[in-house]
């Protein structure tokens, strides 16, 4: 007698090999479900933890149920920030969705940084119930690529614990334009450095090798994305152009050796279009010479390729419409950039979830079935080798209450803070003694109190502190005002209110370096100037009161003035003339 008991498929058993596992998928999976594994979409959830059910198209297109049950995708990037245990609840109703589809196959969950102090919805969040460590750039003045690797691992337990598996980071591009929104994201502008420290954090995120216990690292944005034209950001028309005027292309790939020895798993080519270069004047995602020719080809990276958000269709965010992202392809229809960028060696369309035009492409007879099944094997192979298919789908809510934002790693992320700032100038200000009499501005004054009498006038103080942000010129669409774009230097008006302040009593100036600040006469009339990264005002006034060491040095030059901004080269690390302090310039108190 036969035995007509049900046999698992190949695929579900976690004792096969994992290519076994992948073909034995891959040969069951329809074109529409093939084509849904080659979107990252995005999703938000309610703040109780559940799934959103509905949407009313002001921020995402699509409800939950409408990408994984009808578009059948299984990767998605959360938006927003929330509760530990209720993104872990989150988490596990979003797997049980996809676990209910035909093949069941786990979602994939991505994250922006979120380990810091900068909210931009299309970069990074802040760090809500995660511990609070500086922002990259912060890492880059303490300079220790140990600390790194200790803070990237912090960030895969936490991640873990909520269910994130893949990290959209680190961004490891340069910091060479000074006026480039994204920099503080990055390592700063000492590309062997970057490597160093870009390694580490792989490593931390990923461990030695990829596996159950790993978050895959999506490094970004190849082949860097810091010789921006004018320091616009390609996110929005206005900035798509990528220029190398100082002839140093290659200088900008260093940092991606490093990341690619260190076992990467994943690569995000930024949106920029190349200007003047041998290289196709098509936006990186859709380059062929960049992506197939020099990652896949020339640097040997076979890992897989997401391209950055929204490359194929208009969108509507906050409520405001913005054009894909193809820039040199916006006279394509979507299907022919879908097609080039697949030809280019994408494997994957980052904030997009169109898979119906996957599929038309391959009935059409345009792209080979063949190629979509070697993108889909790279994708299916990761679910595996990150134990999403086995025991590592779900996780536990109490646990994650548990361990997000733990003492142990909070206590770390604050002894960073502290290591981070950066004292550029002390005229005998620092460290503070006794209990003096302080005027605030920008300082949480019941934490100033903890350390010294806070006044109401700055002619009752013994000394002042004034926190600053680098300035930035507002733009009106409301996106764009998260990319803090143009001048750096403090308009008339405002300067004058700060130099009245320094004027009239010694005064603590601490500015947070977002980019490169142009502030001369705040250097020189303040009685001390301190930068920071992403940091507390406690880890301030401990570094001001003598109770904590800080170790930063500057990780770019701050310039003298913005026509020296103006007449330095875009790709070109440190480049204007007569810097008021330069790169790695930083005191000891």
Known sequence: MSDTRDTAPAYKDAALPVDVRVEDLLARMTLEEKAGQMFHGMLMMNPDGTPVMETDGSMLPYATPELIEDKKLTHFNLLGTYGAREMAQWHNAVQEMAAATRLGIPVTLSTDPRHSFTDNVGASFNAGAFSAWPEPLGMAAIGD??????????????????????????????????????????????????????????????????????????????????????????????????????????????????????????????????VGTDWEEVGFGFNKGVIQGLLRDELGFDGIVCTDWGLLTDSTIFGEPHS????????????????????????????????????????????????????????????????????????????????????????????????????????????????PKVYVQNVDASVAGEYAEVVPDPAAADFAILKLRTPYEERPNKFEAFFHSGSLAFDEAELKEILALLDAVPTLVCINLERAAVIPEIASRAAALVADYGASDAALLDVAFGKARPEGRLPFELPSSMAAVHASRPDVPNDTVDPVFAVGHGLQV
């Open 145 to 274: 690529p140990e600390l790194v690797h200790r803070f990237a691992d912090t960030v895969r337990r936490e991640y873990l614990a909520v269910g994130f598996r893949l990290a959209l980071h680190p961004q490891i591009d340069l910091a060479t334009e000074p006026r480039w929104s994204r920099q503080t994201g990055t390592f700063g502008s000492d590309a062997k450095l970057t490597g160093e420290l870009a390694a580490a954090y792989i490593r931390g995120l990923q461990g030695d090798e990829l596996g159950t216990h790993s978050v895959s690292a999506m490094v970004k944005h190849f082949p860097g994305g810091g010789p921006q034209k004018d320091g616009e950001d390609p996110h929005f028309p206005h900035g798509k152009e990528q220029v190398y005027p100082g002839g140093l292309r290659e200088h900008h790939l260093e940092p991606f050796k490093a990341a690619i020895a260190a076992g990467c798993a994943q690569m995000m080519p930024y949106y920029g279009q190349p």
């Open 324 to 435: 894909a992202r193809a820039w040199g392809c916006e006279h394509l229809t979507v299907a022919e950039r879908a097609a080039k960028a697949l030809d280019a060696g994408s494997d994957q369309f980052g904030g997009e979830q169109c898979p119906e035009v996957i599929v038309e492409l391959v009935r059409s007879g345009r792209i080979l079935e063949s190629r979509i099944d070697s993108s889909v094997r790279r994708l299916l192979r990761e679910k595996f080798v990150l134990g999403l298919f086995d025991a590592q789908r779900y996780v536990d809510p109490d646990a994650a209450q548990e361990i997000v934002g733990a003492a142990e790693f909070k206590a770390a992320g604050a002894a960073a803070q502290r290591r981070s700032l950066t004292v550029l100038s002390n005229d005998s200000l620092l460290p503070v003694s006794g209990r």
